[in-house]
């Protein structure tokens, strides 16, 4: 593991390696326990939004409620891309979000992106996570991350749009389920 890279939290486990080789090496079991723990919650939520709903907007300026599911659906399979890719470049390869037309085919592509996901990261080595991984629209760099950050940061856009969606559902007055405890719908909330 080369460390060369002063980042954010990957500096920081960098200098853990040193101290604690042991603790370094759960990180890919810990990716993995971490990816599952997001996607049950993610069902949850995808699980809720009406068939009807998917063209709904809260704003002219917001994605409709289904292209933003259709993103978090999305979400997970780029764990896979992180691990085979050395990049993505949206000047060469645009993105065409998946089509769905119900709930019952956007949980199906949520399994789909999860497994995906959970299939490369099973297979990763230790040293991949300390490569490069560029997120690009031809000169114009949005991104410059190691793997093991970019799986980070599609972690972390999962809970963020999550978030979203749950302000969509709000919106409709369709209650919300916790997602790392009970929500103020649930009836356990004080």
């Known amino acids: 593991m080369h460390c060369h890279r002063v980042v954010s939290g990957w500096a920081f486990l960098c200098s853990i390696i040193h101290t604690n080789p042991i603790f370094f090496m759960q990180i890919i079991p810990t990716l993995l326990q971490e990816m599952e723990q997001e996607a049950q919650t993610t069902r ?11 063209d ?3 704003h002219h300026k917001s994605m409709s409620m289904g292209n933003l599911a259709v993103h978090i659906a999305e979400l997970p399979s780029w764990v896979s891309m992180a691990l085979t890719t050395d990049g993505l470049d949206f000047a060469t390869a645009p993105h065409a979000p998946t089509v769905v037309k119900n709930n019952k085919e956007l949980l199906a592509l949520l399994e789909k992106s999860v497994s995906e996901g ?50 969509y559902l709000r919106l ?7 997602s790392y405890g009970p929500s103020a719908d649930e009836q356990s909330f004080n």
């Not at 949850?44 to 998917?54: E, Q, S």
């Open 44 to 54: 949850k939520m995808l699980a809720l939004i009406p068939d009807d709903k998917h």
């Open 56 to 58: 709904w907007k809260p």
């Open 172 to 178: 409709l007055n369709i209650p919300i389920p916790g």
């Open 118 to 167: 959970k299939a490369e990261l099973e297979k990763a080595r230790l040293d991949q996570m300390d490569e490069p991984w560029i997120l690009r629209s031809g000169d114009e760099i949005y991104g410059q991350w190691t793997r093991y950050e970019t799986i980070r940061v599609a972690y972390c856009q999962t809970v963020h749009h999550r978030a979203q969606l749950g302000v």
